[in-house]
């Protein structure tokens, strides 16, 4: 039995990883939340891990807010950097692979094409520069890690922009949405099915890869799209704006290459329009 520990359970890619969990066979999940395991907790996270016996640890959580993350520098790095590295040390001292989750946001967004995994980084936000700094003390710290960049993620679960609008659509609100900036939607139950893939098929091509749903999209388009593909909502109060003020700057492009996670990981991405429906029927329907 393969045993893997899932930090941050209750969030959107926690919660889809749940999800799978009952399928995967020959696979054994211990879900954790913050309450109970708090990954910036350092003697909490070494006495956790010498006590148990995991093969994978799959780091889920995350300072997420990347608004409020302007204004609370020392949560965000709290969490998305030291709360990184106490789970890489552990897991190098307990030989488990980490599974540890990024971002589109490393990037400054300043490049015309998609980004691959060996452009230069260069954060251009608080939330951006505490996941690189977690990424950077993922490598030093566990030689056994895969680092997973991803992007403008939603789900069934937690918030997002998807729920968002919803939201705002289903109250007659009109929704004014910028077409400044480009990315990649990505389905967290792709996100999840994918990191659970690579436990699964016991890859060890360890390094950082890429990994969002294909195509991409503005704010404004994926609004559009939402709008579209719900059965009983309409576009008519929506929007384009240029510019939509945020205290957080935001990568202009922040399009990922998720070639090198096809070619030596064998892994699928399927259009963001299409995973985008599987999110909107299960929305529908509950
Ligand atoms: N969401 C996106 O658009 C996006 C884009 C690119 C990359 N990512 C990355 O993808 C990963 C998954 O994101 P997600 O959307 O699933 O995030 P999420 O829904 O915000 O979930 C993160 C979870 O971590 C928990 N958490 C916060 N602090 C913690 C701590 N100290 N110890 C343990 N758990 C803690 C949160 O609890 P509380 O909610 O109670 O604080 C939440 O349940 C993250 O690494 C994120 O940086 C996300």
């Known amino acids: 039995m393969t045993t893997i520990l899932v930090t ?5 890619l926690g919660s889809c990883i749940r999800d799978i969990a009952p399928t995967c066979e020959g696979l054994s999940f211990v879900f954790t939340t913050k309450e109970v395991f708090d990954i910036s907790n350092k003697q ?7 006590n148990k016996n995991f093969d994978y640890c799959i780091n889920a959580a995350a300072y997420t807010n990347v608004e409020q993350a302007e204004k609370d520098a020392e949560n965000a790095f709290r969490i998305n950097a030291e709360g990184a590295k106490n789970l890489a040390e552990a897991c190098a001292t307990n030989s488990i692979i980490l599974i540890h989750i990024s971002t589109d946001y490393v990037f400054n967004g300043e490049k015309e094409s998609p980004y691959t995994e060996t452009d230069a980084t260069d954060p251009i936000n608080v939330y951006g520069a505490s996941k690189l ?11 056994q890690h895969f680092i997973l960049r991803t992007s ?8 997002n922009f998807l729920k968002t609008i919803l939201k705002h659509a289903k109250a007659g609100n009109p929704l004014s949405i910028t077409t400044e900036q480009t990315g990649a939607p990505t ?19 360890f390094g950082v890869y890429h990994f969002s749903n294909e195509g991409k999209a503005t704010w404004y388009d994926f609004a559009h799209e939402i709008l579209t593909q719900h059965s009983q909502l309409t576009t008519t109060n929506l929007a384009k704006t240029e510019h939509y003020p945020t205290f957080a700057k935001r990568p ?6 998720t070639g090198k996670a ?9 259009d963001w329009k299409e995973r985008l429906r599987s999110v909107m029927s299960i929305l529908e329907t509950t």
């Open 252 to 257: 202009k492009n922040s399009v990922l290459d």
């Open 133 to 143: 700094k977690g990424e950077q003390y993922v490598q030093e710290a566990c030689a």
């Open 44 to 50: 909490l996270v070494q006495d956790y891990f010498s």
């Open 152 to 159: 403008w993620v939603y789900s069934q679960y937690g918030h």
């Open 8 to 12: 941050g359970a209750n969030g959107q």
């Open 187 to 205: 389905n967290a139950n792709d996100l999840a099915a994918v990191t659970v893939a690579l436990i699964k098929k016991n890859r060890q091509e």
């Open 262 to 270: 096809i070619k030596v990981l064998g892994i699928e991405t399927k």
